[in-house]
């Protein structure tokens, strides 16, 4: 059998199989080292396969991969073009910098006897995820959706142990997403019973264009759903307690991708399952996904102002983001998908850090309220150096990630003839400054809190992967080859797929 | 007239909306966790309710192969035909599931005739059972001609000549919602279990009570007051 034929399964399937082995590890001896590292060598695994798919794909294009041999649309499909490979990138990327970081944060945070529970549901959470990306089946999307949203609800849970807030926010988020994945089921099954098939871009070549009103009714199911998964404005009201109350890894790890791969399915059923020739897309993006972003762009970015609670803003901040991704979707052009793709990448990257940054704050402080960064400038030097990197990329200074995304949809906004959009994202990045101004403030012009004396910097183990991912967040600001062109190069395939 | 045709027609529908209408309300409604999880849990059985319907076929009989089967029929019902079951347009609203139940309890007779054929027992006798099939339904190319069976006591080879022409049901709806429905019992089974945690924690269910005990986790009020407030 020929290992690299079989690379599409691997990211999904190491994961997968891996996470139930994790459950064997010994959660106590070793200081729960055993699951820490099976985990961090999954993830770098995952990562490669991940990275040599992305490699492969925009070398020699699209992917499809038929599990167990059955030709779709038949059986399952996994299809990999340059979109989905560049969010199993992120996914992976997120993931691998994510587990060597937890060591010391879960010992603290976590109960230790549920040490490898608490890795192999971060696995399965991430297989979850991964599979929803790269999968062309769309039933599929709905069952790893599901595996990754019941993990995510325990791993949230887990932050019960520090603040018991983490449980009822667990369960609103329960309650919330299945609401969500249950709509985007109808939707399915409205699409289903147009069309007769499940694989996606056979339900496209079923529709063809032909308009009715199930199809609009699928359409808008999928919309609802997705968007209570990706935290689209009105319906995010489950993300911030859900984010500030988890577990500070967990938070890094699902702010950096979950909400990001909603957005990506809510991409991907828009342009290659149903396609924009459609009357009512239009629509949609008109008078749904723009005025939603927009709003979101500012309500959650006002709110963000007034947290007095470093991790719940950074969570109402993400609304905002959403809204500018969903804003470069609802232009409608090429422009407009490439700044949303990049966005996508760029704020995982950028709100990992952001996470990352209070996890290590939570360490070494044991607080992510506000008042627990004073002074950290000089206490903890480089946590605070990534921090304000990282925040500065959120803002979208110069030099940094945030500001190609800016510039991006900036571009899309005066290329589409749509300026006032582009005005009101600077209008709403200003509002970042304010939320973000008021931390880097704090870190370093604000004395330190007289019980902070022993405070000092985060452990190697965690400031290797935390400067890892600013770094990263400098360098794909300075060299957009990589980030830039592939999402160009997979916005113009979106496009040509759609049509 | 027309429009009690139209809503008696689809009643399928109505069922499904209806349910999961109640479900959503409740899930909005009440204040108990165990209340909002049963909601869910409704709302998520509507769901399958709607899907199981989608997949019936006027005149199919339950979708397991039998004997003979595999050389007529091939792969009709499974390559070839779920990808080309229904052209969209058509039948808009799948008029083949709302036609589908009027022949339920036939089908069980159909199902329960097959079972005696291959036995090899007598066959009772069990007249017409041929039904009119819609035209342009969901599942229209499973829904092959349906045959008459049953009127003579037939061995084994018979049997499986005229199950060669049974129609099916549509399996593969049935087959999503198999999975769907062991999301939803892993979804209720992580929901409660974190009720039981809250419950721990809190030492109570209820939301009200809840909120304003995180109200003083967070303003440091006591519960009176955030009451009050809120």
Known sequence: MNLAAQLPVLPIITPLIAAPLTILMPSEKFGGRAPYVWATLVAWAAFAACAALLHAVATAGPISYHLGDWAPPIGIEYRIDLANALVLTLVSGVAALVMPFSFRSVRAEIDPRQTSLFYAAL??????????????????????????????????????????????????????????????????????????????????????????????????????????????????????????????????????????????????????????????????????????????????????????????????????????????????????????????????????????????????????????????????????????????????????????????LLAAAFDSGRAWAGFLVVASSFLAVIYVGRVIELMLLRPPAPDAAGVKEAPLSMIIPLLVLTGANVYFGLNTELTVDLAERAAHALMGSAR | MEFLTFFVERYNYWIFITLMMMGLYIVIARGNLIKKLIGLNVFQTSVFIYYISIGKIAGGTAPIYVAGDMEKRGHEGGHDGAPAAALPGKDPLGQGAIHADEGLSENFGFAGNDLAALTGGAAPPHGEAVHSLPAGGANDILAAPPVTIGDHASPISDAARAAAEVVYSNPLPHVLILTAIVVGVATTAVGLALVVRIREAYGTIEEDELEAADHVAEFGESPAQARGAA
Not at chain 1, 186 to 191: N, W
Not at chain 1, 284 to 298: C, Q, R, S, W
Not at chain 1, 310 to 315: D, E, P, T
Not at chain 1, 355 to 379: K, T, W
């Open chain 1, 123 to 408: 696995m399965i959470c991430m297989a979850g995820l991964l599979g929803v990306t790269i999968t062309g089946d769309a039933f599929n999307v709905f069952v790893f959706l599901e595996i990754s949203s019941l993990s995510t609800y325990a791993l949230v849970a887990m932050g019960g142990r520090t603040d018991r807030r983490a449980l009822t926010a667990s369960f609103n988020y329960l309650v919330m997403g299945t609401i969500g994945a249950t709509f985007f089921v109808i939707g399915l099954g409205l699409l289903y019973q147009a069309t007769g098939t499940l694989n996606m871009a056979d339900v496209k070549h079923q529709l063809a264009g032909d308009n009715n009103r199930m199809v609009e009714a699928g359409f808008a199911f999928i919309v609802v759903g997705m968007g209570l998964k990706a935290a689209m404005f009105p319906m995010h009201l489950w993300m911030p307690n859900a984010y500030a109350y988890a577990p500070s890894v967990v938070s890094a790890f699902i702010a950096a991708t979950a909400t990001k791969v909603a957005v990506y399915v809510i991409i991907r059923f828009i342009y290659s399952v149903i396609g924009i020739e459609f009357g009512f897309i239009e629509a949609a993006f008109n008078y749904l996904l723009m005025p939603m972003a927009i709003a979101g762009m500012f309500f959650a970015s006002i709110v963000a102002i007034f947290q007095d609670d470093v991790k719940r803003m950074l969570a109402y901040s993400s609304v905002g983001q959403i809204g500018y991704m969903l804003l470069g979707v609802s232009f409608g052009t090429e422009q407009g998908l490439t700044a949303s793709l990049v966005h996508l990448i760029n704020h995982g990257m950028m709100k990992g850090a952001l996470f990352m940054a209070a996890a290590c704050v939570m360490l070494r402080v044991g607080s992510h309220s506000i008042s627990a960064y004073a002074g950290l400038a000089r206490r903890m030097p480089a946590t605070a150096a990534a921090f304000i990197l990282s925040g500065l990329s959120l803002i979208g200074a110069p030099l940094t990630v945030g500001f190609i995304s800016k510039w991006q």
